[in-house]
């Protein structure tokens, strides 16, 4: 599926607009939570610490009742779960808790060991202390010395609270996602309709014009640059048509200038091929018009007659069959058959004194379309170009092979080589080496191999052979 600009842009904007959502929202989500933790943790060390610091004197004298008191009214602070104090030896002397079951994942634990620091302790009285010190001093009993550990304070904490509100800054931050996401799609509709809808606009008229629709126009809606892009196409559009009207002219004007120099050297031609049948014709007559002219010389000037009427008929029939529209009578047939009609007719003229001899070797070939008239000329007009260039003896071959979509006629004389700056030349109207001659043998020859779709090439062998070779397609039978 090939996704048009408009598509694309709308997509890309729309990723573009959800990726860096998402990458501030996962970076302020890392921020917030980082936050949150620290916070929950320095109040959570902030509390016990505070407890054991507020226990001291009760937990010295294991006054169950006050540190009962002490730890409820910790319980009662938010996302406190349970408080248990220790004494010194580790076992536990109160735990209070809210008796709610917490996940492991939920829960948080904060230890803080409690010391016993008399210059520190607060509401101990002067005599107390007095006794402490006494104590300190007189006994041998490590309770009472200085920053001594006299147990632990163990609370567990709730995260309940930090993981609901992480919870709603993600539904939040997927809300906002999507929220970006949506104007973004609303703001690529806009800016696809403001930009790519009139370049498409654009490139659908250009397309318009090369497809030969020469009056396509836009009309100009905007002023920025897209408007004077838009005025620039209708201008281009309107110089496309003057220079199409000035090719036609000069098209025209130069096609007539080649017909009326075709017909010029069609008129030269015309007079150089008719003057001299004509002259001999006319003498001929004169010879003929004596009453002193011999038998002998009469018999040998209507020879001239005909032979010179033979020629002017050939000449005409050439002319004809290149100048007119000829398009082929196809038909399915069978190519060797036409072949070797052209053999059986073979024939080398008397007054030539040549010996030429035709050799056909024929490969199996399947039935293709053809006009067996053009393609029976095609082969005698090679023939005869093949026999006006052998000079005294040769060898004429027809070659016939099926290859892959194709039929291939080679036609091959021995003893002749074309020229290589002639090479090109050959095919066109009216070109000839020969002192006698149309030039359109050849010319006749590929005409009528295009009319079936076909080539025509020439080539030399190694032993100074001239190789036509004819290419006729399957496919079109």
């Not at 009472?144 to 163990?154: A, N, S, T, W, Y």
């Not at 799609?185 to 370049?199: N, Q, V």
């Not at 640059?225 to 620039?232: D, F, P, V």
């Not at 003057?275 to 003929?288: E, F, T």
Request: net charge neutral; glycine share 4%.
């Amino acid at each position: 599926m090939k996704w048009g600009l408009n598509v694309k842009f709308i997509c890309y904007t729309v990723f573009i607009v959800v990726f860096i959502s998402l990458v501030f929202s996962v970076v302020f989500m890392l921020q917030s939570r980082k936050a949150l933790l620290h916070e929950f943790n320095t109040r959570a060390q902030s509390l016990v610490k505070n407890l054991a610091l507020n226990i001291e004197v009760h937990l010295l004298m294991e006054n169950k009742v006050q540190l009962t008191s002490l730890a409820q009214n910790l319980v009662q602070e938010k996302d406190v779960q349970q408080v248990t104090i220790f004494d010194q030896s580790g076992r536990p002397l109160v735990s209070v808790d809210k008796k709610i079951t917490l996940l492991a994942w939920e829960k948080e634990t904060v230890v803080s060991p409690v010391y016993f620091s008399p210059e520190t302790g607060e509401g101990i009285t002067e005599d107390m202390s007095l006794f402490f010190e006494k104590e300190t001093v007189t006994t041998e009993d490590d309770r009472f010395q200085p920053d001594k550990v006299l147990g632990r304070v163990e609370v567990i904490f709730s995260r309940k609270g930090i993981m609901k509100t992480l919870d709603r800054m993600r539904w939040w931050i997927i809300i906002a996602a999507t929220a970006a996401a949506f104007i973004g799609g609303i703001a690529a509709l806009y800016f696809s309709h403001t930009l790519i809808m009139p370049m498409q606009r654009l490139a659908r008229a250009t397309y318009s014009i090369a497809r030969g629709n020469w009056q396509e126009r836009l009309d100009i809606v905007r002023t920025d640059e897209l408007g004077q892009l838009t005025e620039s196409f209708n201008i281009m559009a309107e110089s496309l048509i003057i220079k199409k009207q000035q090719l036609e002219n000069t098209y025209r004007e130069l096609s007539q200038k080649e017909k009326m120099a075709e017909i010029g050297k069609f008129s030269m031609i015309i007079a150089h091929e008719l003057k001299n049948p004509l002259g001999i014709i006319k003498g001929s007559v004169d010879i003929l018009q004596k009453q002193t002219t011999e038998a002998r010389i009469r018999e040998t000037m209507i020879g001239y007659i005909q032979e010179e009427v033979k020629r002017l008929n050939k000449l005409i029939e050439d002319f004809l069959a290149f100048a007119r529209p000829t398009p082929p009578q196809k038909a399915i047939s069978d190519l060797n058959s036409v072949i070797k009609k052209v053999s059986e007719h073979f024939m080398v003229p008397e007054e030539l004194a040549k010996q030429i001899s035709l050799a056909i070797d024929l490969g199996s070939l399947p039935p293709i379309a053809l006009d067996e008239n053009q393609i029976y000329q095609v082969l005698l007009n090679l023939i005869n170009n093949a026999v006006q260039a052998i000079e005294h003896e040769g060898i004429i071959r027809i070659q016939t092979k099926g290859l892959d979509g194709w039929v291939r006629v080679r036609v091959s004389n021995s003893g002749s080589k074309i020229a290589d700056e002639i090479k090109e030349k050959i095919f066109e109207p009216f070109f000839t080496t020969k002192a006698k001659g149309t030039g359109l043998g050849l010319a006749i020859v590929k005409k009528f191999v295009e009319n079936h779709n076909g080539r025509i090439e020439l080539s030399d062998l190694p032993d100074d052979d001239t190789v036509f070779v004819i290419f006729l397609p399957v496919e079109d039978s």
